[in-house]
């Protein structure tokens, strides 16, 4: 097994453990405050990083860096709202499905292709999501469900921004962008439902911000030693991470439902990651071909 695949399997540990703090804190804390403090605490740590690694911040850009903020800022709201509510494998099932909205965004605001076997099997990973809403029996579970699902589509509108991004800027600076948002969305709406958090209520606030920057690093570090494709396609381990912190800390045993939609839902993406990774190499074949052709023509 690759360093790569490694880093990924530890990142999808540490976040799983984030997620299982902001469950666990959410029962007396509101999620926009857990969201905010979340923010605020990374935005101070990663500024710190970036004085240490000399990363300096960009004079141009700042529009869409400030877009890539409000949509990470939006997702990381209803993502811990969704956690709050519904169980912890269903909001993380649904929040998964990211990777099928990137491709969406990806083909009409970045241009890039959709196969023929992507768009056939794309419908299948919304047969997953139906059936983890469970629109059989209309219930609030089913609109926090959607919620999940909501948080899917921001989550993949700051991933497409992110690609756009880590062209032109430092991955730290990109990220600072992130929580500074996060930090400054999330305060007016948690404004008047604060609540003051006792001795227990801070350590866990303070560890989820920690944890969430420590995941980020490992995350990263996952990236430069793999493949894009293979490191997305081991981060599903942590659906099985979240299970089983949902199983043991609040007794969350998946239905019929949730274990088919989840199922669909991984195999859907694993399968257009698959896809994708087929046409890139496709991609690139076909520009050392035309490369080649110039050569010798010269």
Known sequence: ?????????????????????????????????????????????????????????????????????????????????????????????????????????????LKEKLSRQMLFIMPIAFLGAILLVNPFEFSTYSIYALVGVLSAILGAGAATSIRYLSQRHHAYEIVFYFLATATFVSLPLMWDSFVMPNAEEWVYLIAIGVVSLVGQVFLTKAFTHENAIVVEVTRYIGIVFNALWGFLFWFEIPDMYTILGGCLIVATCIMMSRSKQKLTIQGSTAIGSQSSSIAAQK
């Open 1 to 109: 097994m690759k360093n790569g695949v490694y880093l990924a399997i530890l990142a999808s540990l540490v976040f799983s453990i984030m997620n299982a703090l902001v469950k666990a804190v959410s029962f007396t804390i509101p999620p926009t405050e857990v969201a905010f403090f979340r923010s605020i605490i990374g935005t101070i740590l990663i500024f710190a990083l970036m004085k240490r690694s000399s990363v300096s911040f960009s004079t141009t850009g700042i529009p869409m860096l400030l877009t890539r903020g409000v949509l990470g800022a939006l997702y990381l709201i209803t993502y811990f709202y969704a956690i709050s509510k519904i169980s912890l494998t269903d909001a993380t099932i649904l929040a998964h499905m990211s990777p099928i909205f990137v491709f969406i965004l990806a083909f009409f605001f």
